[in-house]
């Protein structure tokens, strides 16, 4: 079993930055692809950025040029530096993984429990 934990959330004006971070802990082996989504009141839960173990990204074209996503793999660490945060920007945000938990095994997908950013205008 793998767990996800995340942190870093909070409240901050308009323009102000965050720092996101999620650690994975249990038995893991490799932990391929990791992501952030959010899910705003009312909304469905959506893609923030992703990362793969080599480093390849994708965001969110309402976060691109703003958010940055990254990981410490020695860590089992990923992090999301928030930067220009608008209200727009308030949701839970949520880490998942895709984790291997032996050679030749195949991933398992895990979700953390989430963790609220709210920006105030």
């Known amino acids: 079993q793998v767990q996800l934990v995340e942190s870093g959330g909070g409240l901050v004006q308009a323009g102000g930055s965050l720092r996101l971070s999620c650690a994975a802990s249990?038995?893991?082996?490799?932990?391929?692809?990791m992501g952030w989504y959010r899910q705003a009141p009312g909304k469905q839960r959506e893609l923030v950025a992703v990362m793969t173990r080599i480093g390849t990204t994708n965001y969110a074209d309402s976060v691109r040029g703003r958010f940055i996503i990254s990981r410490d793999n020695a860590r089992n660490t990923m992090y999301l530096q928030m930067n220009s945060l608008k209200p727009g920007d308030t949701a839970v945000y949520y880490c998942?993984?895709?984790?291997?938990?032996?050679?030749?095994?195949?991933?398992?997908?895990?979700w953390g429990q989430g963790t609220q950013v709210t920006v105030s205008s």
């Open positions: 249990g038995t893991i082996f490799t932990i391929n692809a």
């Open positions: 998942d993984a895709w984790v291997s938990n032996g050679p030749r095994t195949s991933d398992t997908h895990y």
